[in-house]
């Protein structure tokens, strides 16, 4: 797959999205790319696992870093409540950041903290970069089965392209290689809901949910590792 050839587009809440011919699908939902990482990601994953522990630190672990939407709304999300944010990315493909900074997400978080994100963009591919005094951002720039890391998180962010286009991405393999890197207790979430899913993630070891879905889609699936 190659970054180039993007096209940039308007979805249905009017927040920009790219649209990546190769494999036949946006970004984000094309329903509202904005709406989709607020109720998808930001809260039925990192907001629910926080109404249910009590901590003043959490680390996410996103499959799929593409535009950085997912990681600037739980950057500015914990830059408000004060709490302390390790994120990891796992992108394949990294966007080029002119391409980034045409998507416009500079609108939906802090000025400063976007401008850091951008300053420190390049820098956090395969390196641990601190954004500011609450975060700190990791992109591993390399394929899903060849991800290694040493820590553990609290959240997962499964947010790689649909499985008709991208079946790999969806076996239980490689289900199985991310999902080794979420803690107990911690929280799986992703915009897709499939019954070979719900049957991976149950062999897991997994607590599933059929959540409500964001614009355009009925449900979602949450789960909890135990």
């Not at 607020?38 to 996410?60: A, C």
């Not at 966007?95 to 820098?123: C, D, K, W």
Request: net charge negative.
């Amino acid at each position: 797959m190659s970054t180039q050839n993007l096209q940039l587009v308007t979805t249905g809440d009017g927040s920009k999205t790219i649209y990546n011919p190769l494999v036949g699908e946006n970004y984000h939902s094309k329903h509202g790319a904005l709406q989709e990482s607020q109720h998808v990601f930001l809260k039925s994953g990192l907001q629910y696992y926080l109404d249910n522990n009590e901590t003043s630190s959490v680390s996410i672990l996103e499959v799929g870093f593409g535009t950085g939407l997912n990681f600037l709304l739980s950057a500015n999300y914990c830059v408000q409540h004060q709490l302390l944010l390790h994120y990891t990315g796992i992108e394949a493909f990294p966007l080029p950041i002119q391409m980034i900074q045409e998507t416009g997400h500079e609108a939906y978080v802090e000025q400063h903290l976007y401008q850091s994100f951008l300053e420190n963009y390049e820098r956090s591919l395969n390196n641990t970069v601190r954004i500011n005094n609450f975060i700190e951002l990791e992109i591993a720039h390399d394929n899903l089965l060849r991800f290694n890391n040493p820590k553990l998180f609290d959240v997962l962010y499964f947010d790689a392209f649909a499985a008709i286009h991208q079946p790999e991405m969806w076996t239980h393999e490689a289900l199985s290689h991310c999902c080794n890197y979420l803690k107990p207790d911690g929280v799986f979430v992703t915009y897709a809901i499939t019954g070979n899913l719900k049957r991976i993630m149950k062999g897991l070891n997994f607590s599933i949910e059929k959540a409500p879905g964001a614009p355009g889609k009925r449900e979602m699936l949450r789960a909890v590792k135990h």
